[in-house]
């Protein structure tokens, strides 16, 4: 999900395992939040900062490095709230939400300056942007394997956020949330699970969870999609009759479309390519044009797990670009994010270690691939949160293709809860101009 205006809404640690300094990076200290701070300038930020920003390491799981960066609180970090950002994927860099979203200093449409961003989420709040899973961005695992499931995600998430609490003591009472987008449709309840369930060994004060189209249930997300790409008049009529008369029994709605086969099949699979693999659609805002003719190796993928019954059958036309320059967004130009965040002088700032000659990605293939994917709905995790009394809000921007908001209205409607106020218009107000 790319909006232009984002909405907003570790067990004690007894002791730190250190690595040997030449593992981690000269000046790499685990254990004092402190010494994270980033003092350098930015490079190319064209204003001066009114608050403390960190970026460092959390060591998990002995093998896993996970990045952060902190952006405290331009008001009172000590008392305003903390939130833990996710991006999604799998395999998508929650810097992208730093420096492309609603970040504090974001990149200028020309990709040369970080510029103020007018509409950041810093204002009241200390947000933490976590590099999640292993092998995205900045994190990395010190044996090299990046397989992971979503189970061992959750986990690395939940000892990551407990160590960050000890790494930063001022933030041990905050009032804590969970947000992310798209495939932290998973990442996050499953941590905010975790953290319920571990409160009597390491309390932590948690208040709330939010996802923004935010991937939920599986198949949902096959049977919306093309609803609303007929909803955004995207497929041809015609087509459209004929796949409700022969698979659906003239009824699209409620039909199983994950479970056609043969000839349906094949038209759920050119239907599902108009909708998010075109050349011509950007996926992630119909409305908005391409950024740039690359196609996404990472959406193919997501195709083809999404809707396993049409990986043999035709998935469109090869991509226009070798498989070693395919690692971005569809229709999202992330040369310019790619390009900061890989220069030496950032590297620096940033505290990563000098050793490591890995490259920064916005998207990573390799984890994308990688990652094994175990649960298809989010439902039970959902409830357990509500039962634990922690609200939960879901926000979805009405023309991204990838992760709809009719997958988030259908997934809400199933929860099978008490309706206490009907859908209506929404209206967001601002001096000068309204959504």
Known sequence: ??????????????????????????????????????????????????FKHYSGYLQVKKNYMLHYWLVKSQSNPATDPLLFWFNGGPGCSSLNGLLEGMGPYILSPDKKTLIRNENNWNKKASIVYMESPIGVGYSYALNGNITINDDQTADAN??????????????????????????????????????????????????????????????????????????????????????????CKGCVDGCKIDALNDNCAQMVSDMLNIAWNSQRLNPYDYYRDCETPKRSSILRWMFKHRFPRAQNLNLGQPMSCAPETCTSLPCIDDTGINNYMNRPDVRKALHIPTNHSFTWKSCSDDVFKNYIKQYDDMSGFIMNILAAKIPITFFYGDTDAVCNYLLGQKFVEGLGLKLIKPKEAWIFKWPNWRI
Not at 5 to 17: E, G, H, Q, S
Not at 19 to 41: A, C, F, H, R, V
Not at 192 to 198: A, F, N, S, W
Not at 217 to 245: P, R, V
């Open 1 to 50: 999900m790319r909006l232009n205006i984002f909405k907003f809404y570790c067990t004690l640690v007894l002791f730190l395992a250190y690595l040997p300094e030449k593992s981690l990076g000269e000046g790499m200290d685990l254990s004092n939040g402190e010494k994270d701070e980033i003092t350098d300038k930015l490079p190319l930020i064209n204003f001066d900062i009114n």
């Open 158 to 247: 939940y000892e990551a956020i407990k160590l960050f609490l000890t790494k930063f003591p001022m933030f041990r009472k905050s009032k804590l949330y969970v947000a992310g987008e798209s495939y932290a449709g998973v990442y996050a309840p499953m941590v905010v699970d975790r953290i319920i369930k571990g409160q009597k060994v390491f309390p932590i004060n948690l208040k709330g969870l939010a996802i923004g189209n935010g991937l939920m249930n599986w198949n949902m997300s096959i049977d919306t999609t093309l609803q609303f790409a007929y909803g955004h008049g995207i497929l041809d009529e015609e087509t459209w009759q004929l796949f409700s008369k022969q698979c």
